[in-house]
């Protein structure tokens, strides 16, 4: 049974900090891995995916990687601001004979605070 | 930008009764989803729905959950009879073939007294 953790469960960084939170996973058969963020009371809105063939993703001040293997993803957040507090989640979908029907298993979270 | 809307955004129901919670997913999507986060807990995987049938549900979508596609735009999502336990935000998901992202609604807060 696929089961994703995160560290840390939360973080607290000066705005302007480049930052690191980090993803793991127990079977390392995923069909891809996403990146959410959920605001308080909010749905989770998709930063970023990597399929399992890719290494690297980026988008604007994200950039996610995945190490397969080793059952790694981390998320990178160059120059924080406090825009960017929320919940962070990890989440994989699992593979099946090459395609998936795209059940995701998420991790716990990371609540990242930005303040100024 | 296209996105999945959810209603309500807050049920609150008495134990026993009958919910429908209701989604309009994204109109070129082919892949469903219905997903509960409990308090404080992780997002947790309920069902998914493709070509018109079931293709993957949890442990935890028993006899009681039922989904439907009744008219080609809405995706609901059915709890027969309600217990306490059942209390969660309940998201809606969908997604296109392929590498591509699931997009989530806001949301359903279930309330059962």
């Known amino acids: 049974k696929q089961e994703v953790t995160q560290i840390p469960a939360a973080l607290s960084v000066p705005e302007g900090e480049n930052l690191v939170l980090n993803c793991s996973f127990t079977?390392?058969?995923?069909?891809?891995l996403q990146w959410f963020r959920q605001d308080p009371g909010k749905g989770l809105t998709s930063l970023l995916l990597?399929?399992?063939?890719?290494r690297e993703q980026t988008s604007g001040r994200l950039n996610a990687s995945l190490d397969k293997s080793s059952g790694r993803s981390t998320l990178y957040i160059a120059a924080s601001q406090p825009g960017d507090s929320a919940t962070y989640l990890c989440a994989v979908s699992a593979s099946a004979g090459g395609t998936s029907y795209g059940k995701l298993t998420f991790g716990q979270g990371t609540i990242l605070t930005v303040h100024p | 930008e296209p996105e999945v809307t959810q209603t309500p955004s807050h049920q609150v129901t008495q134990m026993g009764q009958e919910v429908i919670l209701r989604c309009v997913p994204i109109?070129?999507?082919?892949?469903f989803y219905w997903y509960r986060q409990i308090l404080g807990q992780k997002v947790e995987f309920l069902v998914s729905f493709y070509n018109n049938e079931i293709s993957e549900k949890s442990e935890i979508f028993d006899d009681q959950f039922s989904v439907e596609r009744p008219d080609g735009s809405n995706f609901t999502l059915k709890i027969r009879s309600t217990k306490l336990e059942d209390s969660a935000m309940y998201f809606c998901a969908s997604r296109d073939r392929g590498h591509q992202p699931q997009h989530f609604g806001d949301g359903t807060r279930l309330s059962i007294l």
């Open positions: 079977d390392s058969a995923i069909y891809n």
């Open positions: 990597i399929q399992s063939s890719q």
């Open positions: 109109s070129n999507h082919l892949y």
